[in-house]
């Protein structure tokens, strides 16, 4: 059966805080696996593209040839989250995998890293306390995209179909709220894809 035992998630590890989002993943009941080359992207169920430098994290997309099986994991409809620097690697300029834009730094210079409490949807009442670092905000998005956090009057946290992206670092908290929303939604699309290959 395809959709038996525990959700495979790869985390780019190429750059960035690949770690700590294995660790919040493991916690959830996921099966992290690192991914650096385009090998480990094989069976898994959903991917996580981390915070880092996103500049960066494109190159090394570039060079170790990923692009291809990461185009691949979303056609197929495999949800992908990216935080920080994975919300602009996800961006409309970069992998267009989600319709919106990400302001790098957009913070500014006075508010390089900060913490906020944030209210979040399908996280529950209580605010969830989100870590920015050098954070970027959405500039723009589509129709399409779901908002689901917004500080200053500027979304932070974005959804549009299997794609979920942050602009705040989830893994640096205790709190597993938003790894918890990016598991049932690859759940839900390990669900999909099952009856769609009994059918
Ligand atoms: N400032 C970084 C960038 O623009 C993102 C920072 C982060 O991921 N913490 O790529």
């Not at 992207?41 to 991917?47: F, H, K, Q």
């Not at 996580?48 to 691949?72: F, N, Q």
């Not at 995209?145 to 640096?172: K, M, N, T």
């Given at each position: 059966m395809a959709e038996a035992g525990a959700l495979k998630v790869g985390v780019l590890?190429?750059?960035?805080?690949f770690e700590a989002h294995a660790e919040a993943l493991r916690q959830l009941g996921g099966e992290p696996r690192e991914v650096r080359m385009p090998e480990d992207m094989e069976g898994l169920d959903a991917l996580v593209i981390p915070g880092g430098e996103s500049t960066t994290i494109g190159k090394m997309i570039d060079s170790a040839g990923l692009e291809p099986a990461l185009r691949d994991h979303h056609e197929a409809g495999r949800p992908v989250l990216g935080t920080c620097a994975g919300l602009i690697v996800c961006d409309a300029e970069h992998?267009?995998?989600?319709?919106a834009t990400a302001r790098r730094n957009a913070f500014g210079r006075q508010l390089q890293s900060f913490e906020a409490d944030l209210e979040v949807e399908g996280a529950g009442d209580e605010p969830l306390r989100a870590v920015f670092i050098r954070a970027p905000w959405v500039e723009r998005h589509g129709p399409g995209v779901e908002v689901l956090a917004s500080y200053q009057d500027h979304p932070v946290a974005i959804r549009e179909g299997s794609v979920l992206a942050c602009a705040f670092h989830p893994e640096l908290t205790d709190d597993p709220r938003f790894h918890a929303i990016f598991m049932a939604m690859t759940t839900a699309a390990r669900e999909r894809a099952g009856e769609e290959a009994r059918r």
């Amino acid at each position: 059966m395809a959709e038996a035992g525990a959700l495979k998630v790869g985390v780019l590890a190429l750059q960035g805080d690949f770690e700590a989002h294995a660790e919040a993943l493991r916690q959830l009941g996921g099966e992290p696996r690192e991914v650096r080359m385009p090998e480990d992207m094989e069976g898994l169920d959903a991917l996580v593209i981390p915070g880092g430098e996103s500049t960066t994290i494109g190159k090394m997309i570039d060079s170790a040839g990923l692009e291809p099986a990461l185009r691949d994991h979303h056609e197929a409809g495999r949800p992908v989250l990216g935080t920080c620097a994975g919300l602009i690697v996800c961006d409309a300029e970069h992998l267009g995998f989600i319709d919106a834009t990400a302001r790098r730094n957009a913070f500014g210079r006075q508010l390089q890293s900060f913490e906020a409490d944030l209210e979040v949807e399908g996280a529950g009442d209580e605010p969830l306390r989100a870590v920015f670092i050098r954070a970027p905000w959405v500039e723009r998005h589509g129709p399409g995209v779901e908002v689901l956090a917004s500080y200053q009057d500027h979304p932070v946290a974005i959804r549009e179909g299997s794609v979920l992206a942050c602009a705040f670092h989830p893994e640096l908290t205790d709190d597993p709220r938003f790894h918890a929303i990016f598991m049932a939604m690859t759940t839900a699309a390990r669900e999909r894809a099952g009856e769609e290959a009994r059918r």
